[in-house]
C-alpha cells in the first residue's frame, strides 16, 4: 500500500501525532486534575479509612494495564516540572557514574530544599536528553524509578503526594480514574 518512502512518511507523521497528542493531554492535564480534585480528596478519605484487602493486587493490575499503554518517553513531565529527592545513597552512586566527588556532584546539580532534602537545583532535569531518555538511567535516583509509586504496596498512605502527582502524570491521573471505577467511588 505504501511505496518505501510513503511508508518512511507515515511513521513519521505516526510519531508526531503521538508528541502532539501528548503535548495536548499535558497541557490539559492541569485543569482536569484541579476538576476531579474535591471527588479524588472524597475519594481517597474512604479509601485510608476502608481500603480494600486486595488493594496491592489492584493497584498492580492498574499500574502494568496503564504503563503498557503509556510510554514515558513521549512524556518526561515528571522530569520537567518536578524532580526527585536524592537521597545519600543516589548521590553517591550517581556520582560515582560521573567520577566525581559526591560533593562536586551536589555543587554541581543539587540543592536542599524547604524540608532539608537534597532536590534538583533546576528543571527540567539536567540529565534530561531532548529524545527525553535520561543520561543516567542506570543510576537514577530511587523516587525517579519509583515513580508515580502508583505500583506500591499500601497505596493508600501516599494520598496526599497522590493527588499532587495526578496533576503531573497522565498515567497516575488515569489509575486514579480507574482506581474510583473499580473501587466505587460513593
Ligand atoms: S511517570 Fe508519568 S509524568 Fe513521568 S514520564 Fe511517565 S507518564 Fe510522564
Ligand atoms: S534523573 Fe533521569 S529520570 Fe530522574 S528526573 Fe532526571 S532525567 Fe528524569
Redesign the pocket.
Known sequence: MYGKNGLFKYFLLSFGQIFKRMDQILRELPKKAKDKQNENKKFFTKLKKRPPKNLDYIMQELHEEEFER?D?LD?????KTTGPLFTRADIERIAKFLRQKPQAFIEAYLRIDEDNDYVLQQVPCSFLGADNYCSIYDVRPKACRE??HTDRKKFQQISNLTLKNVA?????FNIVEKMKKSIGNG
Not at 512524556?75 to 522530569?79: E, F, I, P, T, V
Open positions: 503509556t514515558c512524556c518526561a513531565n515528571c522530569c515513580f508515580p503531573i502524570c497522565p498515567a497516575a
